[in-house]
């Protein structure tokens, strides 16, 4: 297990010696804590937003418009306890000065412009919202589930998955 400074650090779930910069088309899962369903409800198939799920689902739509246009979206789905989505990292973003000089901390915090760079700063916004209006019970998963989407085919069975997934719902494993 890693250390940093003699604590232990959780296993990553990453894929060891992936550059998650670079261009990609990335599949997420971030569930809420203990499969909360804070984002709303699913009835006959569909998905009812809360006003928590309403600023979830807002603020993925508005992911590009925070990472220096070299990240796009695709198919995703806000469910009752977590959220899908397909982040596409077109080109690597643009480099920064030499921060790790500057900023210890900046050897553990993840590369910007990287998915986790780009989750973490997503989790954060919904959470400070939550917060700020009330929701102070509100909070995510620590981490979050990722796949590397490598061919087409996956591409299109995880779209499906994705788009299907209200429909399905009462069959999930992760309902509250």
């Not at 990609?24 to 971030?30: D, K, R, S």
């Not at 418009?65 to 397909?86: R, Y």
């Not at 929701?135 to 589930?145: A, D, E, G, I, P």
């Amino acid at each position: 297990m890693a250390h940093y400074k003699n604590n232990f650090r959780r296993k990553t779930t990453r894929l060891r010696g992936w550059d998650y910069t670079s261009p990609g088309w990335y599949f997420v899962t971030i569930c809420t804590r203990n499969r909360q369903p804070f984002f709303g409800r699913i009835a006959n198939g569909v998905m009812h937003l809360s006003p928590i799920g309403k600023i979830a689902d807002q603020y993925w739509r508005e992911i590009p418009n925070h990472t220096a246009g070299h990240v796009s979206l695709d198919a995703f789905v806000v469910m009752p306890n977590h959220v899908h989505g397909i982040i596409v990292i077109h080109t690597p973003p643009p480099t920064t000065t030499n921060i790790k000089k500057q900023h210890p901390m900046s050897l553990i915090s993840p590369k910007a412009g990287s998915l986790a760079a780009i989750i973490r700063s997503y989790k954060a916004a919904v959470t400070r919202w939550c917060h700020r209006n009330g929701f102070t019970t509100f909070s995510w998963q620590r981490n979050y589930y990722d796949h590397i989407i490598r061919r087409e085919h996956d591409l299109f069975r995880i779209r499906q998955y994705i788009l299907d997934n209200p429909r399905r719902w009462k069959m999930d494993r992760n309902q509250s």
